[in-house]
Nanobody, 120 residues
Framework: QVQLVESGGGLVQAGGSLRLSCKASGIIYSINDMGWYRQAPGKQRELVAAITRGGGTNYADSVKGRFTISRDNAKNTVNLQMNTLKPEDTAVYYC??????????????WGQGTLVTVSS
């Protein structure tokens, strides 16, 4: 019903920056919440940042002050600006979107993931 595609991952040196982007497509009536999650090898997937349709945000304590989440409702996109990256930020980052799709049914969609590697 709804597909998400992430982009922007890559290799960066500690202290550097990356910008992740996610585009939602398909039969979409509205998107309520969008967010970024990450998962490192041997660790649980965790919420990095989330944003509501109205612009309210929530961040993991570990990224507050360094990461900024934003969205464009007209384009069905969400971005994550990642600054002052640390080696512990290394993970696969996943985009998530929740909303209403075909015939106003609820969807909870995930992207395929994009790898972020921060070298020391």
């Amino acid at each position: 019903q709804v597909q998400l595609v992430e982009s922007g991952g890559g290799l960066v040196q500690a202290g550097g920056s990356l910008r992740l982007s996610c585009k939602a497509s398909g039969i979409i009536y509205s998107i309520n919440d969008m967010g970024w999650y990450r998962q490192a090898p041997g660790k649980q997937r965790e919420l990095v940042a989330a944003i509501t349709r109205g612009g309210g945000t929530n961040y993991a304590d570990s990224v507050k002050g360094r990461f900024t989440i934003s969205r464009d409702n007209a384009k069905n996109t969400v971005n994550l600006q990642m600054n002052t990256l640390k080696p512990e930020d290394t993970a696969v980052y996943y985009c998530n979107a929740k909303g209403l799709g075909s015939r106003l049914t609820v969807f909870d969609a995930w992207g395929q993931g994009t790898l972020v590697t921060v070298s020391s």
